[in-house]
């Protein structure tokens, strides 16, 4: 790869240098203004006086967004891992819906999906403590999975039981007009949301209330628990804001030579280059 390519390359998805901060800050700012513009859009008086400025303001936007896009897929030495990695969806989801505007009228209110790309904030800022931490929830969300798995699975099947009790309790004279509406009931009233537009009346419909409501609570504390025991658990090494240039993911080692998720080797000057300005 030839040195201005890199060069690009490392303003582009490094943090660790004067011009790669400006230019990730520069960024951000367009991605809230963008959205801001998103927003504004939607208002009618705004819309009837300044829709003509906004709209060009927006493609204005979507092209410099485009071109981002399109140099991150240059730079990046296996372009299709950036293409289908988190932030390359992302990416591509901030540009794709003024496109369909002009197909699909309205769809360039799902242009909100920029602010997902705020998340490159960590990074930018130099918040390591944020991208570390960032990094064990999300590890302890995959070591946590299967047994969150079995516990939904069991909520489920709990609210499809009372569900179908209640309905046999009450019935269609009390509002639950069939089991699913039941089960909807059961829900919201396991959940603690409560939105009151179905109630038992009976007593022993407000006796499995009752019983479903105290269940709730403790419901609610069980994946907590089972997240922050993989939290305690996991002692991760410190981690960097540096990105492979390979498959473009971040929260590397320090001293990491290679990608801990692709194997590629990693750059050699990254000492150098991530000194402060």
Sequence with gaps: MDLSREKIRHIIFEASTRPAKIFDLALLWAILLSVVVVMLDSVPSILAKYGTFLHAVEWVFTVLFSIEYILRIWTTHKPFKYITSFYGIIDLLSVVPTYLSLIFVGSQYLLVIRTLRLLRVFRI???VAFVKEA?????????SRYKLTIFLGAVVALNV??????????????????????????????????????????????????FVMLIGYTIIAVPTG?????LWKDKQLEV??????????????????????????????????????
């Design 135 to 143: 990094g064990m929830l999300i590890e302890a969300f995959k070591v």
């Design 161 to 210: 039981i009372i569900g179908t009790l209640m309905y046999m309790i009450e019935g269609p004279e009390h509002g639950f007009n069939n089991i699913p509406h039941s089960i909807y009931w059961s829900i919201v009233t396991m959940t603690t949301v409560g939105y009151g537009d179905i109630a038992p009346e009976t007593f022993f419909g407000q006796t499995l209330a009752s």
């Design 226 to 230: 089972i997240v922050s025991v993989a």
């Design 125 to 127: 800022l130099k918040l």
């Design 240 to 277: 960097t804001t540096r990105t492979c240039p390979d498959c473009s993911k971040e929260g590397h080692d320090r001293n990491a030579r290679y990608c801990k998720y692709c194997g590629s080797p990693m750059e050699k000057d990254y000492f150098v280059s991530s000194n402060p300005p």
